[in-house]
């Protein structure tokens, strides 16, 4: 996370545009025991528009909060408050046309609006069947959680969503992935918790025909070390110099994996791939080319890879 920058969601969202008026673009769910380190700044739109930031989902119980039309209010009269609302506040914005915030705010109310049918719909998981629901652990304690987010991502890309950020663990060291007290321990139960749904999620994408256009990306910012954090301690620490990612779907060649680290696992030094590599990668895989992606800000036409990224050439099938 680089404070004041767009997250990838953003971006993709800003080239990609929306083929849904009726959701947003991107959506973001975190995790109920907490959202990540730094918070919103992991979806923020950074410099561009305010519109293209992730939409949160709730981590536990309804995802959206006040979907139904308010008691005693019939939809023709909240479309006539909401009309009067967006001339009051396009007049406000005329007068302040650099305030992309009050835009966002405009396309907020209205986006709203339009969700109170089809996101009830996309969150309602009582319309997949028994089967489906199983498939994603959703009847198990430990995948559950997880399983529910997976399944609601498919019904999310079926509905045009373009990006969907899922978060596995949040708050503080064992209620993430990160193990620096007993990392064996940890692993077991967070992989436990999102080995069956990622894999129910993977199958259901092929079942429903969404496989060759869908991109999944599944990693952290960082790895563990090889040693142990401290004498006689089962923990290990952060290790940004060698670590994984994998991607499958739309694009990918599978079955490989590229690049190796030295002989104790510590730092890549075969094939290394720099987070700008995997960004043009992603970009790439979308139908983007990292270099003609950009935004006009402060003077200079902004990238995500910045000043470097190559696509990683052999990743693509």
Not at 47 to 75: H, I, K, V
Not at 95 to 102: A, D, K, N
Not at 299 to 312: A, M, S
Request: net charge negative; proline share 5%.
């Amino acid at each position: 996370v680089l404070i004041g920058k767009p997250s990838l969601g953003s971006w993709l969202s800003y080239g990609l545009g929306t083929v849904n008026e009726s959701l947003p673009s991107f959506v973001v769910m975190t995790d109920p025991r907490g959202g990540p380190i730094s918070g919103a700044s992991n979806w923020t739109a950074g410099y561009m528009p305010a519109a293209y930031q992730g939409t949160l989902f709730r981590a536990a119980g309804a995802p959206l909060l006040d979907l139904a039309t308010p008691p005693g209010t019939s939809p023709r009269t909240q479309r006539h408050s909401l009309d009067l609302l967006e001339k009051l506040n396009r007049e406000h914005l005329a007068q302040r046309p650099e305030e992309s915030e009050l835009a966002a705010r405009i396309y907020s109310y209205e986006l709203a609006y339009r969700m109170q049918t089809t996101a009830a719909q996309v969150v309602d998981l009582d319309r997949e069947d028994a089967r489906t629901r199983a498939l994603y652990g959703l009847d198990h304690p430990l995948t559950a959680d997880f399983g529910r987010k997976c399944l609601i991502t498919r019904r999310l890309l079926e509905k045009g969503v373009r990006f969907v950020q899922l978060y596995s663990g949040g708050g503080h060291i064992e209620d993430t992935w990160d193990g620096h007290t007993d990392c064996i321990s940890n692993h077991r139960l967070h992989a436990g918790e999102t080995d069956q749904p990622i894999a129910a999620l993977i199958a259901d994408l092929k079942r429903t025909g969404l496989w060759e256009e869908t991109l999944i990306v599944w990693g952290g910012e960082f790895g563990r070390t090889p040693t142990s954090e401290g004498v006689g301690k089962p923990g290990r620490d952060h290790d940004w110099y060698g670590f994984s990612i994998w991607l499958a779907g739309a694009g990918v060649r599978g079955g490989q994996a590229i690049g190796a680290t030295d002989e104790l696992g510590f730092k890549a030094v075969a094939e290394p791939c720099h987070v700008s590599d995997l960004h043009a990668t992603i970009l790439h895989l979308m139908g983007l080319d990292h270099r003609r992606l950009t935004y006009f800000h402060q003077g200079l036409n902004q990238r995500i890879t910045g000043v470097r990224g190559e696509v990683i050439g052999k990743a693509l099938a």
